[in-house]
Structure formats: structure tokens, C-alpha cells
T-cell receptor, first 112, second 114 residues
Framework: QKEVEQNSGPLSVPEGAIASLNCTYS??????FFWYRQYSGKSPELIMS????GDKEDGRFTAQLNKASQYVSLLIRDSQPSDSATYLC????????????FGQGTTLQVKP | DARVTQTPRHKVTEMGQEVTMRCQPI?????VFWYRQTMMQGLELLAY????????DSGMPKDRFSAEMPDATLATLKIQPSEPRDSAVYFC????????????FGSGTRLTVV
């Protein structure tokens, strides 16, 4: 079992819709969770972090964390074509060494 | 904006040659990571340093890869000898403290071994 799992997609949504990206992780003691966005040919860019159960909102982005279910998600409201990218889920495992384990990423396509 | 600087951006080399990739982390960051990204494997952690000390290099093929941090402004990743399967994008990332804040990635080095 991979430590961090994501559906590779592609996830296709129409412009203006809500895109929902999901991630599960295997280490129950994981402490910190991050979402990175990576445009084709570019480096990953941090867009959201979440540490506690519940929701965290930042503009059009909402991160949701459920530690009991070992599940973290990212919602993108009012999706725009410029949101088309690969979204990487990253987890800081319980060892708290600071290292981040990444999922394979979900490719999001927002169609005009 | 503070940034992580990686050189070279692109490298094409012949199998068997030595490759050195360099990274200048953001000033003040105490943790530096090396990741490799391929289509098949995604982002794989190769090695990382805290306050210049190596913490974990278990993701690295030890016989050919080496990572060092000779000073706070420079991290290096060397491959000797290089093989075609090493072709990938190599990213350096830096951050502060124990990872609770996320990390900033450099632009990457795209390595092609022919």
C-alpha cells in the first residue's frame, strides 16, 4: 500500500463548477497535510496546508481533513481554466522528521 | 520573492558520466530536500538535510548517488556513473523547522542520460 494515495484522473469539470480532489494516507499518526499545485513543466507550488480536523478556507480553495478516516481533500470553487494542473497531496508522517511524502497527483482539467 | 535556485536547468549527458546538480536554498531555511520526479513514480524523496546534517538518504541508490551540503547556501546531488534510468526531473526544496509550514521548491533540473 502506498503511503499517500490519489486518483490520478484526469478529473474534468466545467468552468464555474466545484472540483473535488481526494487523498488518503496510511500513517494514522501523520501530523501535517499539504496541497501543492504543479503546472506542466513547472515545479510544485504550495497552495494549502491543514493540521487539524475540519475545514480550512483560503479564497476559492477549501482543504478538509478527517484524521479518523485518514482522508484529506481539496475543494476548488468556481473552477477556472487556469486551475488546470496536477494537484499533489503531501503528508508529514508521524515521525515528525519534517519529510513530506507525496501522492502521485490528480490531474484537473477545467473546460471553458 | 525568496526562491530556491537550482542549476543547471537542463542537462544532457552520456551514460557513465558524472552529473552534479546544485541547489541554493532560501536564506534562513534549515531543511533541504532532494526529490526526483518521473511520470511512473511521481515525486520520490531521495535525501534531506536539517541544519546541513543528513537526516535520511534511504531513497537514494547508494552505489551511484551522493548528496552533500558543504555550507548553508549550497546543497549538491551527484550521480556517478549516470545511467539512462536516472533520466528525470530533480527538485530541491527548502523550508523551516519541522515541516509544519510546507516547503518551497526550486525550478528543477531536467536530466537526460543517453
Amino acid at each position: 500500500q502506498k503511503e499517500v494515495e490519489q486518483n490520478s484522473g484526469p478529473l474534468s469539470v466545467p468552468e464555474g463548477a466545484i472540483a473535488s480532489l481526494n487523498c488518503t494516507y496510511s500513517d494514522r499518526g501523520s501530523q501535517s497535510f499539504f496541497w501543492y499545485r504543479q503546472y506542466s513543466g513547472k515545479s510544485p507550488e504550495l497552495i494549502m496546508s491543514i493540521y487539524s480536523n475540519g475545514d480550512k478556507e483560503d479564497g476559492r480553495f477549501t482543504a478538509q481533513l478527517n484524521k479518523a478516516s485518514q482522508y484529506v481533500s481539496l475543494l476548488i470553487r468556481d473552477s477556472q481554466p487556469s486551475d488546470s494542473a496536477t494537484y499533489l497531496c503531501a503528508v508529514n508522517p508521524s515521525s515528525n522528521t519534517g519529510k513530506l511524502i507525496f501522492g502521485q497527483g490528480t490531474t484537473l482539467q477545467v473546460k471553458p | 520573492d525568496a526562491r530556491v535556485t537550482q542549476t543547471p536547468r537542463h542537462k544532457v549527458t552520456e551514460m557513465g558520466q558524472e552529473v552534479t546538480m546544485r541547489c541554493q536554498p532560501i536564506l534562513g531555511h534549515n531543511t533541504v530536500f532532494w526529490y526526483r520526479q518521473t511520470m511512473m513514480q511521481g515525486l520520490e524523496l531521495l535525501a534531506y538535510f536539517r541544519n546541513r546534517a543528513p537526516l535520511d538518504d534511504s531513497g537514494m541508490p547508494k552505489d551511484r548517488f551522493s548528496a552533500e551540503m558543504p555550507d548553508a547556501t549550497l546543497a549538491t546531488l551527484k550521480i556517478q556513473p549516470s545511467e539512462p534510468r536516472d533520466s528525470a526531473v530533480y527538485f530541491c526544496a527548502s523550508g523551516l523547522v519541522g515541516g509544519s509550514y510546507g516547503y518551497t521548491f526550486g525550478s528543477g533540473t531536467r536530466l537526460t542520460v543517453v
